[in-house]
């Protein structure tokens, strides 16, 4: 039985007749790095609020270390916030930002100073103490916002898409050194992103949100290689995304025809699927091989055309037909691989193929 | 609602506030609406606010349309042309808010009475300056600079990016004012007009000194009260004073959402605008040329009939006004003028502060009704707010108040809408994440308005310190019924050494009042390391 952190249970967040966040429930083991992703108005943001206090729930319970904190007010819930826009406060210096809970929290000063100072070397910042906000980068400035939180030890950190207003490299940087901080202080971090590349690095747990429901929660490989729903399938990196029928079960696998064509597929675990049943059928597309027309294809060989590529320079990415239907197929290492262009082959191996239960039609 | 609960603290700031503004802003106002009673029946009956009242509606009629369109000529040109003097003009523009309106009048009679410097003194006249076109006149020029500031902050406002945008279609000049500038501005102009037009229905000072036996509704209320002691007359009159500024605030709000007032700020500087025709151009130049002369004439003869034994007849250099206005009861009134102004700008603007943040930043039912209980004030006629004060609280149980206290309450709760709207205005500058970082590190919302807000809203508390110092200290109408001789201050003083001509210490004391608002903008200049430069200020 893991050490459960937070909880919550059937939650529910009204704005204006419409639900905001839609009775979500999950657990969060203590120490992990967990993720709320989702796209813009799914609620993910509203979720985090609520934990933090911002915002009361209109139903369901938050759970903190076994104690229902619905009623506690913000500032003694302990859960300290870093902000998309970092909110540093303009008329303090770095130091009296990070001292500010401290000052706040009636620590000695000594004890204060020592343990700003502390968390100015922690987070990389040991001689900007006494710069003003609007004379720090971007990067520092998320620093800051960082170390002011985290100087207060608090129970449980929140962040607020922290990365999202940084230039693209820095942002990569940054999200290894969170990650790093988190397992060097064993501190369970919740935070709020849209960003699937950013979740996928960081998180040992991903909740997957779509307007104010939780999709789907697990590990990053689970919510990347057996997503749920063909909306997950699609908002966590691109997919091919083909519509079927199940023919018949046969020896735990399940027969599906697309178009013209049938194969043979896994049936993933926790799945049922019956004779008759409208399937999709989800292939990443680095999942798929190219051939020239004609040569041996590793798996079920389906034949199409090249109607673009684009060259990303880690991977050339196709766009192909096959009976009407565009694919995508990103080839790895362009350099050291064939260029196609008109008639190929594209090779779908069975195992790779991950079916979803077509809810929508 | 629940938020509330759970902060002890928070709650109880609102209680206080609600409790205030129901005690010092809708209490005194029942008072009066309630005090006629079945003297309604007679004061209609009577007929005699018929003559008053169109009189009132024709002089706001006249002097609000010569006001507007002077106001806009001479915002038009700072605003959009690249004339030469905009600093000098910048500061024509906020001498007339500093000072009294009505001392426009005193100047009109020194310049245009019996014995005027012009009337007189060059053409040999002996004109009757009362009565409606010196009224007319003198509000024009009183209340132009007024228009000015509300119009300069509704065109300052419009998007420059447009007109840059509608002049790079082909549109020309004046296609871009008609078709871009004008669309997009006309709530504010509108907004400005219909300010404007109160300030004018308002206006005790200017009337009472040269209306003469032409009476509008502030004159006839005081009148009855001073020359009958008819307090149920007087109060009916303010009543229906009150419901035609209602009637024009209520519209103003429905153009502008009330959010137009005039305030003491620095102007934010924009990007350029497309240039205006060169012809344009000096237009402006020479009309706010010209206003300016009008404008140095006035205040410039205030300041010579304060330093000469007798202007325009005894040009002898003194400085015996000036004595006679620092000594003895005089001094006191000055003393007075510069103690309740500081008084009421620092509670005023910090109680809007505290208020502006429970408004703007709360989440519980009944806001929008404190919200419009704290702008209130500004649709209120100063007259009326002051008859309020002095009948609910002219009890004999509070016989123990201070005069000079209730004084300070008054012009704390006249003039609280100035500082509540620079502080909303500034609150939604100021991202509520800010609020929300002060608590998540453990402060309470309180807490985190003192240490994160209160700071960041410098700005906002200055502009409120600085406009509501300035209206205190230059109202006379809030005061008119509420003063004793041991708490008089100096626009008292003003009116009533104008009524006994006796025009040196007038000026005198007028020359000190303006002094002490100039002071207080400079002083909050020198504070704000120059961010409110003098020259740059808008009052």
């Known amino acids: 039985m893991p050490d459960i952190h937070l909880r919550l249970d059937g939650v529910t967040k009204t704005f204006g007749g419409v639900n905001a966040v839609d009775d979500i429930s999950f657990e969060i083991p203590r120490g992990a790095f967990a993720t709320l992703l989702g796209p813009s108005g799914c609620g993910k943001t509203t979720t985090l609020r609520m934990i933090a206090g911002f915002y009361d729930p209109d139903k369901g319970d938050i759970v903190l270390s076994g104690k229902r904190i619905n009623e506690l007010p913000a500032h003694r819930r302990g859960t300290a916030m870093v902000f998309q826009d970092y909110a540093l406060f303009p008329h303090m210096t770095v130091r009296d930002n990070v001292g500010y809970g401290l000052r706040v929290a009636s620590v000695a000063k000594e004890e204060r100073e020592r343990r700003v100072n502390e968390t100015l070397e922690f987070v990389g910042l040991g001689k900007l103490g006494d710069r003003w906000p609007n004379q720090l980068s971007g990067g520092q400035q998320q620093r800051v916002a960082v170390g002011r939180a985290l100087v207060l030890r608090p129970e449980i950190l929140l962040l607020d898409e922290p990365l999202s207003n940084l230039d693209a490299k820095l942002r990569v940087q940054l999200r290894y050194e969170l990650r790093a901080l988190q397992q060097q202080l064993k501190m369970t971090f919740v935070y709020v992103t849209h960003d699937q590349d950013e979740a996928l690095s960081l998180s040992d747990w991903i909740a997957v949100m779509n307007a104010g429901k939780v999709e789907q929660h697990g590990t990053p490989w689970e919510i990347y290689y057996h997503p749920r729903t063909a909306f997950l399938a699609d908002f966590v990196g691109a997919v091919n995304l083909v519509p079927g029928t199940v023919r018949e079960i046969r020896e735990g696998r399940a027969v599906v025809s697309f178009g013209e064509r049938s194969i043979s597929v896994p049936i993933p675990a926790g799945t049922t699927l019956s004779a008759g049943a409208a399937v999709k059928l989800c292939v990443r597309p680095e999942a798929l091989g190219l051939a020239p027309r004609g040569a041996a294809a590793d798996g079920a060989a389906l034949p199409g055309t090249v109607v673009r590529k684009a060259f990303l320079g880690d991977l050339m990415r196709y766009w192909i037909t096959v009976d009407g239907r565009e694919w995508i197929v990103d080839q790895p290492d362009p350099g050291a691989a064939n260029d196609f262009d008109g008639q190929v082959t594209v090779a779908v191996k069975p195992e790779r193929i991950h079916v979803i239960a077509d809810t929508s039609s | ?539």
């Open chain 2, 1 to 539: 609602m629940r938020s509330l609960q759970r902060e002890p603290g928070v709650l109880l700031a609102l209680l206080a506030v609600i409790a205030l503004v129901a005690v010092f802003i809708v209490y005194p106002q029942l008072r009066v609406i309630a005090t006629p009673g079945a003297g309604y029946v007679d004061f209609i009956t009577g007929g005699t606010w018929v003559r008053s009242t169109w009189q009132s509606i024709q002089v706001m009629v006249l002097s609000t349309t010569t006001a507007v369109l002077l106001g806009f000529v001479f915002a038009y040109g700072m605003v959009y042309t690249n004339m030469p003097w905009k600093r000098f003009f910048r500061v024509i523009g906020i001498l007339p808010l500093l000072s009294p309106p009505f001392v426009v009048a005193a100047a009109y009679v020194i310049l245009f009475g019996p014995r005027g410097l012009i009337s007189y003194g060059i053409f040999g006249q002996t004109l009757n300056i009362f009565g409606l076109g010196g009224i007319w006149g003198v509000q024009t020029i009183a209340f132009f600079p007024f228009a000015y500031q509300l119009i300069a902050d509704v065109l300052t406002r419009s998007d420059a990016r447009l007109e840059q945008a509608a002049r790079n279609l082909g549109a020309g000049p004046w296609q871009v004012f008609r078709s871009v500038t004008l669309p997009l501005s006309r709530p504010g102009l509108g907004a400005a007009i219909l300010t404007t037009a109160i300030y004018v229905l308002e206006d005790f000072g200017n009337p009472a000194l040269i209306g003469g036996t032409y009476t509008v509704l502030p004159t006839q209320a005081y009148g009855l009260i001073s020359g009958f002691g008819d307090l149920p007359g007087a109060t009916a009159v303010s009543t229906l004073l009150l419901g035609l500024a209602l009637v024009l605030y209520v519209a103003k709000i429905r153009l502008d959402g009330g959010r137009s007032f005039v305030t003491v700020s620095g102007r934010a500087s924009s990007m350029p605008r497309p240039p205006v025709p060169v012809a344009l151009t000096w237009t402006c130049f020479i009309a706010c040329l010209m206003l300016s002369v009008v404008i140095i004439t006035v205040y410039g003869s205030l300041l010579v009939s304060a330093l000469t034994l007798n202007f325009p007849t005894v040009l002898t250099p003194t400085m015996q006004h000036f004595e006679y206005i620092t000594t003895g009861t005089n001094g006191t009134a000055l003393q007075n003028t510069l103690v309740f102004g500081l008084a009421a700008a620092t509670f005023s603007a910090g109680f809007a502060l505290l208020a502006g943040w429970l408004v703007e930043r709360g989440a519980w039912r009944g806001r929008r009704v404190l919200d419009f209980l704290l702008i209130m004030p500004a649709a209120i006629p100063g007259l009326f707010f002051g008859i309020g004060y002095a009948t609910a609280f002219n009890e004999p149980w509070l016989d123990w108040l201070d005069r000079g206290v209730l004084i300070i309450i008054s012009m704390i709760f006249w003039n609280i809408p100035v500082g509540y709207q620079a502080a909303v205005a500034g609150l939604r500058q100021i991202d509520r994440t800010m609020d929300e970082a002060a608590t998540s590190l453990g402060a309470s919302s309180l807490r985190g308005f003192r240490d994160v807000i209160v700071p960041m809203l410098g700005g906002s508390l200055r502009v409120g310190f600085v406009t509501t110092f300035v209206r205190a200290v230059t109202t006379l109408s809030v005061v008119i019924f509420l003063f004793t001789p041991s708490s008089t201050v100096a626009t008292i003083r003003i009116f009533q050494l104008v009524n006994d001509l006796n025009f040196g210490r007038a000026t005198a004391f007028t020359v000190a009042d303006i002094g002490l608002a100039i002071m207080a903008l400079s002083i909050m200049a020198v504070l704000a390391r120059g961010r409110i430069a003098l020259g740059a200020a808008r009052a």
